[in-house]
């Protein structure tokens, strides 16, 4: 297996960071993805690590929530 690492980050306004810590590593537990993900109310900063179909499906699930959505 091929292993695609990606690294990222946004600023962006995180309301209940604590919440999404728990939903980021359970999602990351699903797709097997190892690496490090730090919240805060500022934002996202993100380095992940697995197959290509788990890093994508990472990223749609991001996007599919505004705050994480586009530019």
Do not use: H
Not at 2 to 10: D, L, Q, S
Not at 17 to 29: A, D, T, V
């Amino acid at each position: 297996m091929n292993i695609v690492n990606i690294a990222a980050y946004k600023f962006v306004e995180i309301d209940e960071p604590e919440m999404w810590q728990s939903i980021l590593k359970e999602k990351c537990n699903q797709l097997e993805l190892k690496g490090t993900i730090i919240l805060s109310r500022e934002g996202i900063n993100l380095t992940l690590a697995g197959s290509r179909d788990s890093i994508d499906n990472m990223v749609r699930f991001l996007e599919t929530d505004e705050s994480f959505a586009g530019k």
